[in-house]
């Protein structure tokens, strides 16, 4: 018998054992064990281990199985709303990203020594991309330039010190002077060196293009012709190379392999007269002493390149430019030149000062150093090309280099171009406050489930009066109470994590199909909605959800786990 009646245990008992939270304060056997001689037990702590606990909560809840069963329902509530939206932002920030790859892949931040855009009155042309014909078609689109920067020490050396987590490739794009001639419609023809351009020793740059014809240059004397996506060439850079197009409409791709192209060395092309340095002919020049180089091969974008790194052109490598700076340095040209230093320009014999332009002004120290280059002591930096394929990070990137121009004088600050600059802000923008109202829909639907399954653990509490009180008679400790409770809240989360991750499941395809047919009514195109699908999620993910909803159940459940944890024994029977 279990009673707190005290009169009725000494009216009716043969033996009393008094119970105070579970342990054994007093016993009348002691009397009796030591009057039998029996030997005495040691006391042992009365509890509930906690799977006692959870087959106890199994039990209530499964002799109510409709209230149970709406329970779980209530709980998945919050589980469904936080599934689906964490889903569909998963899959927005997919697509954002997607879209910032593809968007920014091709369009760097552009620091160029001039700015360039395409002639607006050239009419668009509709041309076959990356057709398979083994032809290099000759077109007549044109290119405008306009204004200089000029590249210091001190700016290159601002650029190599952006953060490197900032940007997929730095491409510095430099220029070394070379005296080449051609022959162009059977004579010797002197090449400008705009459609020149260094390629990068670079895996990843590589993998950017693909060779048509012939192969990549493997030593200084090979070079590579590039032509854009299309298959064309226009007649200014054909011209700039010394390639003939009069009457031709296309070549074929190996009748521009083995084009040949003369390199001629310092000492043979800047002879000294009356004191001063000029230009030999290029008839005069003994073409044996030159250094014979050779297209051998035909490039184009590949179809699947992330960046577009050169223009159309003829690509050398970097064993080319090391080898004409190297003999420069020798070059009796550049010896006086550094000896004299901005003291005389060896070729007119003046000492260099500053020129000014409007709008620009080039001191007597820079027109030195371009001075050098122009005879091949040095490359000069004339293109960089900063990509990266987040949004954040080009706003950084943008911030860091406006910072330049606030430290410099004005006619050494540098203009650069990023055409996507303001796009991105407020796409960062609307990306954020897109995030912050998911966020907040997910937190209202999760405060909304837990009051619910608070209200209705309480309700259960209140239930199981006569239970906790009789638990606790028989020596159940206020703990044994709350695990009982909290097992109870914990199997709730369970049976309601995994019910609401399989409605999220079979709700995703109508809310997508919903989705598309709103955005198509309104003609607003948009990126495969079955990326959001939760069925595309990380196993991971349905794992957290499912843990999240114990979790949220259990803390739901835990202030009226407490109170009838805490309820006197005496009163949980008297008010059960």
Same mark, same amino acid.
């Given at each position: 018998m279990v009673t707190h009646n005290e009169q009725l245990s000494k009216q009716y008992a043969t033996r009393e054992i008094r119970l105070h939270d579970g342990k054994v304060i007093s016993d009348s056997k002691e009397?009796?064990?030591?009057?039998?001689?029996?030997?005495?037990?040691?006391?042992?702590?009365?509890?509930?281990?906690?799977?006692?606990?959870?087959?106890?909560?199994?039990?209530?809840?499964?002799?109510?199985?409709?209230?149970?069963?709406?329970i779980v329902i209530a709980g998945s509530v919050g589980i469904i709303g936080v599934t689906l939206i964490?889903?569909?932002?998963?899959?927005?920030?997919?697509?954002?990203?997607?879209?910032?790859?593809?968007?920014?892949?091709?369009?760097?931040?552009?620091?160029?020594?001039?700015?360039?855009?395409?002639?607006?009155?050239?009419?668009?042309?509709?041309?076959?991309?990356?057709?398979?014909?083994?032809?290099?078609?000759?077109?007549?689109?044109?290119?405008?330039?306009?204004?200089?920067?000029?590249?210091?020490?001190?700016?290159?050396?601002?650029?190599?010190?952006?953060?490197?987590?900032?940007?997929?490739?730095i491409d510095y794009r430099r220029t070394v002077n070379m005296n080449i001639y051609t022959y162009f419609e059977g004579n010797r023809t002197k090449i400008s060196m705009t459609n020149f351009q260094e390629m990068f020793n670079d895996d990843f740059a590589i993998d950017q293009y693909e060779i048509l014809e012939g192969k990549l240059p493997e030593q200084k004397n090979e070079l590579v012709l590039l032509i854009d996506k299309y298959n064309?060439?226009?007649?200014?850079?054909?011209?700039?190379?010394?390639?003939?197009?009069?009457?031709?409409?296309?070549?074929?791709?190996?009748?521009?392999?083995?084009?040949?192209?003369?390199?001629?060395?310092?000492?043979?092309?800047?002879?000294?007269?009356?004191?001063?340095?000029?230009?030999?002919?290029?008839?005069?020049?003994?073409?044996?002493?030159?250094?014979?180089?050779?297209?051998?091969?035909?490039?184009?974008?590949?179809?699947? $390149?992330?960046? &577009? +790194?050169?223009?159309?052109? @003829?690509?050398? #490598?970097?064993?080319?430019?090391?080898?004409?700076v190297e003999e420069a340095r020798k070059s009796n040209v550049v010896t006086e030149q550094l000896a004299n230093g901005i003291h005389k320009n060896v070729f007119t014999g003046e000492p260099f000062s500053d020129v000014e332009y409007p709008g620009t002004k080039f001191t007597k120290e820079y027109l030195y150093e371009s001075n050098l280059v122009s005879i091949g002591y040095k490359a000069r930096v004339t293109i960089i090309r900063i990509y990266t394929d987040k949004f954040n990070s080009r706003v950084l990137i943008n911030e860091y280099l406006q910072k330049y121009n606030e430290v410099v004088p004005k006619e050494n600050q540098i203009r650069y171009s990023d055409y996507y600059g303001k796009i991105i802000e407020e796409f960062d923008v609307f990306v954020e406050v897109l995030t912050?109202?998911?966020?907040?829909? $997910?937190?209202? &639907? +999760?405060?909304?489930?837990? @009051?619910?399954? #608070?209200?209705?653990?309480?309700?259960?509490v209140m239930e199981r009066n006569k239970e906790i009180g009789i638990l606790r008679s028989l020596g159940a400790s206020k703990i044994d109470i709350l695990n009982v409770f909290n097992s109870e809240t914990a199997i709730i989360g369970v049976f309601s994590g995994v019910f609401g991750v399989i409605v999220s499941f079979i709700m995703m395809n109508p809310i997508l199909n919903l989705i598309t047919r709103v955005l198509k009514n309104n003609n607003i195109k948009t990126f495969d909605l079955t990326k959001m699908n939760i069925s595309n999620a990380n196993p991971f993910f349905i794992i957290a959800i499912i843990i999240g909803s114990i979790l949220l159940t259990v803390i739901a459940g835990i202030i009226p786990s407490v109170i009838g944890a805490n309820k006197s024994p005496v009163d949980a029977i008297r008010n059960g």
């Open positions: 009397y009796i064990t030591k009057k039998c001689g029996v030997k005495e037990e040691s006391e042992k702590r009365t509890s509930i281990n906690i799977i006692s606990a959870v087959k106890l909560s199994a039990k209530s809840l499964y002799t109510k199985k409709i209230r149970t069963l709406l964490l889903t569909i932002s998963n899959g927005v920030d997919k697509y954002i990203s997607e879209l910032q790859r593809i968007t920014l892949a091709d369009a760097p931040i552009v620091v160029n020594t001039t700015y360039d855009y395409d002639d607006p009155n050239e009419q668009d042309k509709e041309y076959e991309e990356f057709p398979e014909d083994n032809k290099v078609n000759i077109v007549t689109d044109r290119t405008y330039f306009s204004h200089l920067n000029i590249f210091s020490d001190g700016f290159l050396n601002y650029v190599n010190d952006i953060n490197p987590n900032l940007y997929n490739l064309n060439v226009n007649i200014q850079v054909l011209d700039n190379l010394g390639i003939e197009y009069a009457e031709k409409s296309s070549y074929q791709f190996n009748e521009l392999i083995g084009k040949k192209y003369y390199l001629m060395l310092n000492n043979d092309y800047y002879k000294k007269n009356n004191g001063l340095y000029e230009n030999a002919s290029i008839n005069s020049i003994d073409e044996e002493k030159t250094i014979p180089l050779e297209i051998v091969g035909i490039a184009r974008i590949a179809t699947d $390149a992330k960046l &577009s +790194l050169y223009s159309a052109g @003829i690509l050398y #490598s970097e064993e080319l430019v090391n080898f004409v912050k109202v998911l966020i907040i829909f $997910a937190l209202v &639907s +999760l405060f909304v489930s837990s @009051i619910m399954i #608070s209200i209705i653990t309480y309700v259960s």
